[in-house]
């Protein structure tokens, strides 16, 4: 398969190196030449792995977009959600309908890239899919090295439009065999952990955390901080079930609790196998993704989702309103927020509806304006 991985993040080297190793035709690209480092005069990624691993030598790595993306069947983007709009104004020109778009996680990514394309007048892709969680927890090392210590075990996988489901699935699940369908966008971004373990693990290692290098994972999981995260995880638990979303739910307890591991996004002895390797010892600031993506826009889509379902989340509103206070800016109702991508307006019925037609649907043009 020809494959167009958008973005030089962590995630983004893992795909590249892991797929190419897997035998398909890889592009990667990322805004600028800097971020490729080595890449630009050798496109090879050294891939330290659980399972598939090795030496990976890419198709290309460039810095034209259109390069990239034309030819490719399935365009990959590890990419934070925060780029997700100005992404897609960049993808305006170059999409075509024969093409499947997969964000790596989305937090409603596939939604909000598939109003922004549409927006900026582009082509609508055949369908936009996105995956609850990343398909590998992974730190690049060096220039041209990334270690990815943990895959997925469990991933769970919505698509928008949802009926377009089988054909997006099926070429998802040839690139990932751990995919797991779900009913639609937002059921699959309703099953991301990030939102509901990274600002608790933030928030109560602040002081910590401004101190210098530390890893929340492992110095920073303490009791309190399970608390918080058992009490968050409930609320979204809570907002699945009031849209009706079926098991499995992906309940984080089932990445600590070992007995229930085979349930989990990540399979046995995840947490062991990351805090092990020592990746996640760093430098925080609030300008990492665990803040700016996973608070500011994974915490909004929690707790306007919530709201739509009639769930309490007194738990997530705390959150929303004490990293707004850290920012500067208001959180609630915004970022990914239903009524901040014209949805607000409408029922958990139109919403459901619109989510299963896409741009077919006779609301679409109500969510355009």
């Not at 592009?27 to 030496?55: K, M, N």
């Not at 933030?202 to 901080?225: C, E, K, Q, W, Y």
Request: proline share 6%.
């Amino acid at each position: 398969m020809i494959l167009a991985i958008l973005g030089g993040s962590h995630g983004g080297f893992a795909t590249a190196a892991d797929l190419a190793l897997a035998g398909h035709r890889v592009r990667l690209w990322t805004r600028t030449a800097a971020t490729f480092g080595p890449l630009h005069d050798d496109p090879t990624i050294q891939l330290v792995a659980e399972g598939r691993q090795g030496s990976a030598r890419l198709e290309r790595a460039t810095t034209d977009l259109g390069e990239a993306v034309h030819g490719a069947e399935v365009l990959i983007v590890p990419l934070p959600a925060t780029t997700h709009e100005d992404l897609a104004r960049r993808l305006a020109p170059h999409v075509t309908d024969r093409q499947t778009v997969l964000l790596t996680p989305g937090t409603f990514g596939s939604f909000v890239l598939a109003r922004a394309l549409a927006r900026a007048g582009g082509t609508l892709p055949l369908a936009l899919a996105e995956t609850g969680t990343l398909p590998y927890l992974t730190r690049k090392t060096g220039p041209a090295v990334v270690h990815a210590p943990v895959r997925a075990a469990n991933l769970p996988v919505g698509v928008f439009p949802a009926a377009q489901r089988d054909a997006a699935l099926a070429r998802c699940a040839e690139l990932f065999p751990a995919v797991r369908p779900c009913a639609d966008a937002l059921d699959a971004a309703l099953t991301n952990a990030g939102p509901v373990i990274h600002p608790p693990l933030v928030l109560l290692n602040a002081g910590a955390i401004d101190a210098g290098r530390f890893d929340v994972h492992a110095a920073g999981t303490t009791p309190s901080a399970r608390r918080l995260i058992d009490v968050v995880d409930a609320e979204r638990l809570a907002t699945r079930r009031g849209w009706g979303y079926p098991a499995p739910h992906y309940e984080l307890a089932t990445y600590y609790d070992a007995a229930r591991a085979a349930e989990g996004l990540y399979g046995a002895g995840a947490r062991e196998k990351l805090v092990a390797s020592g990746l996640w010892s760093e430098v925080l600031t609030f300008e990492h993704r665990y803040v700016t993506e996973d608070a500011a826009l994974g915490l909004a889509l929690f707790e306007s989702a919530a709201r739509a379902a009639g769930a309490a989340t007194p738990a997530i509103s705390g959150l929303l309103l004490l990293f707004g206070a850290l920012l500067g800016r208001e959180l609630s109702g915004r970022g990914r927020a239903l009524e901040a991508h014209g949805l607000g307006d409408l029922s958990r019925r139109e919403i459901r509806t619109l989510l299963d037609a896409g741009w077919r649907s006779a609301l679409w043009a109500r969510v355009l304006r």
